[in-house]
């Protein structure tokens, strides 16, 4: 059975290569924003809109109309139409919300295909662009299927897919452990031992707050420096947030991988328990989601068998 998973490295780019970056980025929500006003469009005269004949639509007038959208990678402009017909597809099966527009600055990223790409070492190479400078080299050996790259608060990751050729060590012990989740500690395994929860937006939350008073009481619309500025510390704030809960669960999943063979968590309905205002943030805080996440995928790496009770 083959695994795929995706390796992110965050990048060293020059300033040119930041700026294909923020060009590539442009062109692939501009594209999500024509296609995706070219399906509500169609839909209301009673057509039936696909991916595929919106780009078909879209390619017949890009060499006119969209010349610049060349100056970059192929897939910036090809890929956005099979991410929303993806998006549609699980908005009718009631498994997401209806495809939104997407805004400048928020969530920047694009898709390059496993054609355009080749890594050596800590060097990544993308079409029309020198050879990126990774911080790290890719920890999997396989074959790399595709890379995104994005954007968060002022650094720029690529994100490598890759299915695996090789799988990691596997656990040698053969004991089993029951893990209960809480909010005053993270975990508590069935042997007595606790792990205690980071709480990295309780830690910094009188920041978030501060910042985003002096955010709200600058003119609307306005772009000065000041402005722009506070938008960047506080998007740094929410990806040194990010990057705490992920190390904090990082540590305890490979910690129970590495030490016991079996491992029994609970079905938790976390989308039921976020509705209750009072625990809400805290349970966001924790990340019960992406706990479970990385276990499952953990575990089928190092042959653990997981028990969901």
Not at 115 to 134: A, E, F, H, T, Y
Not at 168 to 178: E, I
Not at 270 to 283: C, D, E, F, H, T
Request: glycine share 4%; with cysteine; aromatic share 10%.
């Amino acid at each position: 059975m083959s695994i795929t998973l995706t390796h992110k490295i965050c990048l060293a780019p020059t300033i040119k290569q930041e700026q294909y970056f923020r060009k590539a980025c442009g062109t692939a929500r501009f594209t999500w924003n024509w296609a995706l006003n070219e399906w509500q469009n169609q839909s209301k005269l009673g057509l039936k809109p696909t991916a595929l004949k919106l780009k078909k639509q879209f390619n017949a007038i890009k060499p006119v109309d969209f010349p610049w959208t060349y100056e970059v990678t192929k897939y910036a402009s090809q890929q956005p139409f099979i991410f929303l017909q993806t998006a549609f597809r699980r908005f009718f099966e009631g498994t997401s919300r209806y495809p939104k527009f997407k805004k400048k600055g928020h969530r920047d990223s694009f898709y390059v295909g496993n054609d355009q790409l080749k890594v050596n070492g800590n060097r990544l190479k993308i079409p029309k662009l020198s050879p990126l400078k990774m911080l790290e080299a890719l920890r999997f050996q396989g074959e790399i299927r595709s890379a995104t790259v994005s954007r968060t608060a002022n650094k720029w990751f690529v994100s490598l897919t890759v299915k695996l050729s090789k799988y990691l060590t596997t656990c040698k012990s053969q004991v089993s452990v029951g893990v209960d989740l809480g909010i005053k500690s993270l975990a508590t395994l069935s042997n007595g031992e606790t792990f205690e929860a980071p709480k990295p937006l309780k830690k910094s939350l009188n920041k978030l707050k501060r910042l985003q008073r002096s955010l709200a009481r600058r003119q609307k619309d306005s772009h000065n420096r000041a402005k722009l500025k506070l938008k960047l510390k506080i998007a740094q704030v929410h990806a040194q947030i990010v990057n705490l809960r992920q190390d904090s669960l990082h540590k305890l999943t490979t910690f129970l991988t590495n030490h016991f063979a079996g491992i029994v968590i609970e079905d938790l309905n976390v989308k039921g328990m976020l509705k209750n205002r009072k625990l809400s943030r805290a349970i966001a805080d924790l990340g019960f989601y992406e706990f479970r996440r990385q276990l499952e995928y953990k575990t089928q790496l190092k042959g653990n068998y997981l028990l969901i009770a």
